[in-house]
C-alpha cells in the first residue's frame, strides 16, 4: 500500500526566509495533494499535481511533483506569519475510489 | 463556494454509547469518504462509498462502525459502542471529479469519548 512520508515534521522559520517541505511516496500515485490544516480546523485545499513536472504556484506557495522520483515539494517563498499551519501532503492510494493517504504533516511556524 | 457541512460540530459521548456524525455532501458529488485524525497525528482514511454502498474500508473500520447515505443529501458515520480511542477529529470528505476539483472536506466533527 501507498506510504506516504513528509519531512520536517517541525519547522520554525523566520518570517522572510524561503524553505522547502518534501514529500515522498512509496509506490505510484496518479496524482499528488497539497493540504493546509489550521488549529482545530478542516483540510483547506491548496494543489493538486496532476502529472510528472506539474508545477503550480499560488501567492508564496509552489507545488511541485517528480513521479519518476516519487517526491513533491512544496516551497515557501518570502514566509509570513500568516502562513503559520500544518501542511499535508497526500497521495491516491488506489482502490476503487482512491483514498487518499496523508503524510505526518509538518507544523510550520514563522517567527517574525 | 460550495461545502461539504458537518454536524455536531463537538460531540461528547460516554464510553459504550453510540454516536451518529453526520455529513451533508455537496450535491453534485458522487463519492463520499470519512477520514479520522487523533489529535496531534496524521488524517487517516475509513471508508469510501459510492453508488450506495460502501467500495472501500480501512482496518480502523471494524464491526463497530457504520455508514449510511439515508436520503439524497445526509451520508452518516455510526459508532456503536464508542471506545476511548475513537475520540478523534472525523472528516468527511466528497468529490465528484478528482482531477478537475480534488477532494472536498468538511469542518470536522470532533468527538470525545469520556
Known amino acids: 500500500e501507498l506510504k506516504v512520508e513528509q519531512n520536517p515534521l517541525f519547522l520554525s522559520m523566520q518570517e522572510g526566509k524561503n524553505y522547502t517541505i518534501y514529500c515522498n511516496y512509496s509506490t505510484t500515485s496518479d496524482r499528488l495533494y497539497w493540504y493546509r490544516q489550521d488549529p482545530g480546523k478542516s483540510l483547506e485545499s491548496l494543489f493538486v499535481?496532476?502529472?510528472?513536472?506539474a508545477v503550480k504556484q499560488e501567492g508564496r506557495l509552489m507545488a511541485s511533483l517528480d513521479t519518476k522520483a516519487r517526491l513533491s515539494t512544496l516551497h515557501i517563498t518570502a514566509a509570513v506569519h500568516d502562513l503559520s499551519a500544518t501542511y499535508f501532503c497526500a497521495g491516491e492510494g488506489g482502490g476503487a475510489t482512491n483514498k487518499l493517504i496523508f503524510g505526518t504533516g509538518t507544523l510550520l511556524a514563522v517567527q517574525p | 463556494e460550495p461545502e461539504v457541512t458537518q454536524t455536531p460540530s463537538h460531540q461528547v459521548t460516554q464510553m459504550g454509547q453510540e454516536v451518529i456524525l453526520r455529513c451533508v455532501p455537496i450535491s453534485n458529488h458522487l463519492y463520499f469518504y470519512w477520514y479520522r485524525q487523533i489529535l496531534g497525528q496524521k488524517v487517516e482514511f475509513l471508508v469510501s462509498?459510492?453508488?450506495?454502498?460502501?467500495?472501500?474500508k480501512s482496518e480502523i473500520f471494524d464491526d463497530q462502525f457504520s455508514v449510511e447515505r439515508p436520503d439524497g443529501s445526509n451520508f452518516t458515520l455510526k459508532i456503536r459502542s464508542t471506545k476511548l480511542e475513537d475520540s478523534a477529529m472525523y472528516f468527511c470528505?466528497?468529490?465528484?471529479?478528482?482531477?478537475?476539483?480534488?477532494?472536498?472536506f468538511g469542518s470536522g466533527t470532533r468527538l470525545t469519548v469520556v
Open positions: 462509498f459510492y453508488n450506495n454502498e460502501i467500495s472501500e
Open positions: 470528505a466528497s468529490t465528484n471529479d478528482r482531477v478537475l476539483d480534488g477532494y472536498t
Open positions: 499535481l496532476l502529472s510528472n513536472g
